[in-house]
């Protein structure tokens, strides 16, 4: 294919080609930019990032220009894994971005499971570089592990032109890459996908990740108990008995449970019962209706019981 496809693009996406000499680099063909999918998924992106990042007062425009120095994606990762990275809140030089960048990536890898490098479409200098194509591809696999219940745009598909410049000329080839799959492949898998609780879905997977949605909640939880003084640390025993999670419904709902409607120190098993019944009811009056939970599971410390009814209300009032 000829150097000369370029020549229809914009001024300001116009290749220098001295400056990655040697080097082999994607780019999104002009006419895949304006992709009607490819836009909707920027737009999904955009909005689930400001979605994330309200309570910061943080707004993201556009995806290429507002994610390159680093403070985006540092707040997103404090809000989605609780991590709470030592680096400077805004980095003002190059130098500075980059290194705050590298620590990030470094993080969010670890967090994504992909340490080895083997499946990475992104890297610091891509994002730093402004790179479309890198920080979508981030930004999706940061979605499919924080928040795999979004639903993304499907099947989105665009045109990359694979480059490679050296002395003797520019190598070039169009290939398409897909950035989310087509959740309609497979009609079978599919159906039973969606009946399968996404609490069981997220246990299936690896334990890393478990363990930062469980993070993610507990911090939530704690966000909205402080008030209370109220610290959980864990999961499974401190809402067995059901008077942390009825203080936890009245305080996101918003009304006031009457202390003589429940046992605020239960000291056997059919008062923790009653708590936790009493919160279900509370749930299901407020219109969260939680599918097969059974009281007693909970009082009983079952792990994936437990998650189902706080992830629930996480994903209700997270981010208000």
Known sequence: ???????????????????????????????????????????????????????EHIVVQSLEEDLFDGLVLHHLLDKLADVHLAVEEIALTSTAQTRKLKVIMEELDKRLGLEDGSQIKWSVKLIHNKDLLATIHLLVAMVRCFEPELELPPNVK??????????????????????????????????????????????KLEAHKVNTVKKAILHFVNQ???????????????????????????????????????????????????NV?????????????????????????DVATTLKVLYTLFKKHKGK
Do not use: Y
């Open 1 to 55: 294919m000829e150097a000369d496809m370029f020549t229809n693009q914009k001024a300001e996406d116009a290749v220098d080609v001295e400056s990655f000499q040697g080097e082999k680099r994607k780019l999104i063909q002009p006419t895949s930019l304006k992709d009607p999918r490819l836009e909707q998924l920027k737009q999904t992106l955009i909005e689930w990032i400001n979605r994330v990042l309200k309570p």
């Open 158 to 203: 665009i045109e990359v032109v694979h480059v490679q410049v050296s002395k003797s000329g520019i190598r070039s080839d169009v290939q398409v890459e897909v950035l989310t799959e087509d959740n309609k492949a497979g009609n079978d898998s599919i159906s039973n996908t969606e009946r399968e609780d996404p609490i069981e879905q997220l246990l």
């Open 224 to 274: 909205n108990m402080s008030t209370m003084g109220v610290q959980v640390s864990d999961m499974d025993k401190q809402f067995s008995d059901g008077v942390i999670l009825l203080l936890l419904i009245g305080q996101l709902e918003g009304f006031f449970i009457p202390l003589s409607n429940f046992n605020l120190t239960p000291v056997n098993h059919s008062e923790m019962l009653h």
């Open 277 to 301: 019944t009493l919160a279900l009811d509370l749930l299901n009056d407020t219109g969260l209706q939680i599918s097969n939970i059974n009281p007693q599971d909970i009082v009983s410390q």
